[in-house]
């Protein structure tokens, strides 16, 4: 799985680096983004809705984001 370390990025710096990486997915890989900002959360809930995305806070402001293609 590929992971992408977002800390500190604000929009739109987490969905270019994303962009890089969607093309490389092949179907049921999942990219894992690491971010801490809700601006960040809320951009690929709606970018990426042709993919399977798993939201979790895992701490208070901290989010693991994980996009499978499907």
Do not use: A
Not at 10 to 18: A, G
Not at 19 to 26: G, Q, R, S
Not at 54 to 64: A, F, P, S, Y
Request: glycine content about 4%.
């Amino acid at each position: 799985m590929k992971k992408i370390n977002c800390f500190g990025d604000i929009c739109p710096v987490p969905v270019l680096r994303i962009n890089e990486e969607i093309p490389k997915l092949k179907k049921g890989e999942t990219i894992e983004v690491v971010c801490d900002h809700s601006c960040v959360v809320e951009s690929i809930k709606h970018q990426y809705k042709n993919y399977t995305v798993d939201i979790d806070e895992v701490l208070n402001g901290v989010w693991e984001i994980r996009i499978t293609k499907n």
